[in-house]
């Protein structure tokens, strides 16, 4: 077994697993010798390399914890696919990125059939948010693996703490909780989950969740968002997110044959 034998470079380098002496480490920024840092020509003043940028949006993904799968998925990269309401939905949430951070924590509810784009565009926000270096804390977390979380902070008296489980998503500063409403929640994890939305409110911390459902069955024998979260929850959503709509009822999960 090889070891780390000193710590990590802060900026890049060889980790060193394979040739475990740091002196024969790569340097992987050639510009500053891995300093982070370059002298401004004829001064004695430095200025920040770009690599401490590039480092940083590598940091600001990982914390962001954003599926692997939903890496690549840029606003620009978003095909509307010729459908109007897709088209549209993009340019919504690509002026909502661009007005990034929004001046009361105003957040997005997306709403639109299995398989359309949602989270790709809500992810798109978020790396939209890193590319372009703007400030916040970000966060991705899925409706069910929340519901877990709740769970596991209240299951358990044992490190991590129920603090330590919720302190991310309610201090982040721009939340997407996706897929709202996939599982129905108990009445004790409704109201967890409302005092997690209404103080994320109330600290004007931006959440954008989408969901498959819609306020008003658009099909027979479909259910309502408020018939999965509670009509509480539903009307705190009200207040605190723009409704964006979209009506495709193409899956294009399913029309490409594979899970975007
Ligand atoms: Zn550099």
Redo the contacts with the bound molecule.
Sequence with gaps: LLFRSSPPRA?GGCCCYHHGRMEEAAIS?P??????W?VVEGTLRAKP????LRQRKRQRTESAVIPKRYLHCKLSSFRDRGDVSLASARNEISGYAASWPPSEGEGLLLMGRCGVGKTHLAVGVLLDIIEKDKPGKLLFTNFQDLIQQIHASFSSDEAPSKAEILAPVLQADLLVLDELGSQKPTPFVQEMLYYIINSRYNEQRATIFTTNYFDESRREKDETLDGRIGERLRSRLWEMTQRIIITSEEDYRRSLGRRI
Excluded at 31 to 36: E, K, L, M, P, S
Excluded at 49 to 52: A, D, I, K, L, S
């Design positions: 900026f920024c510009a500053c010798n891995d300093t982070g370059l390399c770009e690599c401490q």
